[in-house]
């Protein structure tokens, strides 16, 4: 069975410089997704970014970019010119290839941002 | 658009008791997800529906949990008798069924179950 790993359970970085948070996951499969997603307080969770795994190169979205290394089984994410705003729970999921698959999660790192 | 909703944002029930969850996905997602998350531990998939029909409910902790989702549109999640360990926030999930984009779920703000 798959299996994601997030270690830390807590993070906390000054505002407008740069956090990454660690996940690492378990699967002997060859083909599939990772996501990162982003529940601020009381809302819901949004997609932040993914990565498919047959892609070398590492996904970013504005601030946010991955370090993915499929040997590894590590998809850290990166958070550059942290804001305010970025406070959050964040959660690294995995996803098997069939597109319709349930994802399974990570414990989930919190985020603070200090001003 | 809509997003998915969940209603209700929070309930408090008794052990013993019945507590239905309901979850109203995006207008057109055949995929419909539940997910629970126990306090400070990792989201753990429940079941799966596609469209009115329950493609993998794998995940659901035993016969206490029903789900339904008639006419494929929302979908409702009964615990019946609660326990303590039901306690924790149930995430719904909609995506499309295949094309582009399919891959994205997305998720509802949860409801925070507490069973006392």
């Known amino acids: 069975a798959q299996t994601v790993t997030q270690s830390q359970p807590e993070m906390s970085v000054q505002e407008a410089e740069t956090v990454t948070l660690s996940c690492t996951y378990d699967t002997s499969e060859s083909d599939y997704y990772l996501f990162w997603y982003k529940q601020p307080p009381s809302r819901q969770m949004i997609l932040v970014i993914r990565?498919?795994?047959?892609?070398?190169q590492n996904a970013t979205e504005n601030r946010f970019s991955v370090n993915f290394q499929k040997a590894a089984k590590s998809f850290s994410l990166k958070i550059s010119d942290s804001q305010l705003g970025d406070a959050a729970m964040y959660f690294c999921?995995?996803?098997?290839?069939?597109?319709?698959?349930?994802?399974?999660f990570g414990a989930g790192t919190r985020l603070t941002v200090k001003p | 658009e809509a997003g998915v909703t969940q209603f209700p944002s929070h309930s408090v029930i008794e052990k013993g008791q019945t507590v239905t969850l309901r979850c109203d996905p995006i207008s057109g997602h055949d995929n419909l997800y539940w997910y629970r998350r126990v306090m400070g531990k990792e989201i753990k998939f429940l079941l799966h529906?596609?469209?009115?029909?329950?493609?993998?409910e794998s995940g659901m902790p035993n016969n206490r949990f029903l789900a339904e989702r008639t006419g494929g549109t929302y979908s409702t999640l009964k615990v019946q008798p609660a326990e303590l360990e039901d306690s924790g926030v149930y995430f719904c999930?909609?995506?499309?069924?295949?094309?582009?984009?399919?891959?994205?779920?997305?998720f509802g703000p949860g409801t925070r179950l507490t069973v006392t």
């Open positions: 999930a909609s995506s499309q069924r295949g094309g582009k984009g399919s891959y994205e779920q997305y």
């Open positions: 990565q498919e795994a047959y892609k070398q």
């Open positions: 999921a995995y996803r098997s290839a069939p597109v319709n698959n349930d994802m399974r």
């Open positions: 529906f596609v469209k009115e029909s329950k493609q993998d």
